[in-house]
């Protein structure tokens, strides 16, 4: 049995995309990507959905922060956390359904080197798919402990928070190693084609 280490697609152990999807981010690397003038409307506004993603990911994670260290009230937290975590998980799952049903597709026909990409992509969908759910579960119970427990948290409360805070970090990783990927894959082809000559 060979030793050679192997390399991985796992979310949570990968550093990036795998050498032979790269061709293309080497010819078209981050910084090109702004000023390129195939850099069309549907790449910026999904562009700018990633970049809303990981702002509101991190805002709702600092509001945690400020929950758990009770700098700020219970009721002003629920308020302000509540409608954003939903509009959070709502728009994410929507985002990713989008992409397999839609996208995907198209880029998958339109480079077969490419092809097997779309299926470490959609992989990841089915993991943070399963992260999602663990989110919208533990951060109803951890509302409804919190509010139960009122001003002093006891240890079911303090448990909740943890279980909501755990899951939440954890999607929020895998989020950030997705997103990063795909638009590695994707930005490239798109400039590297156009728009119109993909067909989106
Ligand atoms: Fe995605
Ligand atoms: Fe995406």
Known sequence: MGLAVKPTFD???????P???RELLLRYPRDVWTGHRNLGPTARF????????RELGGALDEALGQQREQVIDLGQFRVWFVPRL????????EHHRIEDTHYFPV??????????GFDLLEGDHEVIHRDLQAV????GRFLQET???????GDTARRA???????????????????????DLIIPMILDRSEPGLGI
Do not use: I
């Open 86 to 93: 939903n509009f959070f998980l709502t728009q994410l799952d």
């Open 161 to 183: 928070s943890e279980a909501y805070s755990d899951a939440s970090e954890r999607l929020l990783r895998r989020l950030v190693r997705h997103q990063e990927d795909e638009e």
């Open 19 to 21: 050498a032979d999807l």
């Open 11 to 17: 979310l949570d152990t990968r550093h990036g995309l």
């Open 147 to 153: 509010n139960l427990a009122g001003g002093k948290p």
């Open 107 to 116: 880029f998958q026909l339109a480079d077969a080197r490419l092809a097997h």
């Open 46 to 53: 999904w562009l700018q959905r990633h970049d809303m993603f």
């Open 136 to 139: 919208a579960e533990t951060a």
